[in-house]
């Protein structure tokens, strides 16, 4: 795995430049850029007021928070966001009620995490068949009975 450099952001306000809690903490906190009020079964799109240069090679993937699923009953909407290198718009987090009261976000409150990583670009190429394998064709639960 090579290093990555530093990521180049532009934040509304500095309060909003990701950080991380604790040394070695593989996910950077996003925070909420205003208040949000979600609904029961609402999704919203909670903007987090960064923008940034994802270097060519390398992903942002955006991941939930477990205290906001356990306590509040939000989750991210998509699972796990992924934001491409080439992407330089505001970061949103689409974040969803499951549970049967409304829920606020407030200013500045965590409401996701982002991990940078490395990712393979491979090309895609069409063939007439696939290379055979011990697995073949079996498919979701085909591996325990």
């Known amino acids: ?3 990555i450099d530093d990521i180049l952001c532009t934040v509304d306000e500095i309060e909003f430049l990701p950080d991380r809690k604790n040394p070695g ?9 205003c208040m949000a009020m979600i609904g029961p079964g609402e ?3 909670v903007p987090t007021g960064v923008k940034m240069a994802i270097p ?5 993937l ?3 928070r477990s205290g906001l699923a356990t306590k509040q009953g939000l989750r991210l909407a998509n699972c796990v ?4 290198s080439g992407y330089r718009g505001e970061i949103g987090v689409p ?28 090309e895609f190429m069409v063939v007439e068949a696939l290379p055979g394998s011990v697995r073949g064709e ?6 325990g009975k």
Do not use: W
């Open 81 to 84: 966001g992924v934001i491409d």
């Open 62 to 64: 955006v991941f939930p």
């Open 1 to 3: 795995m090579r290093p």
């Open 138 to 143: 079996g498919g979701f639960g085909s591996t």
């Open 43 to 45: 999704t919203v799109n």
């Open 95 to 122: 974040l969803h009620n499951d549970s049967n009261e409304t829920r606020c976000v407030e200013k500045y409150h965590r409401i996701a995490q982002l991990v940078i990583v490395d990712v393979n670009l491979p």
């Open 25 to 33: 903490d593989a996910g950077a906190d996003l925070k909420a850029r």
């Open 56 to 60: 060519y090679g390398c992903v942002g």
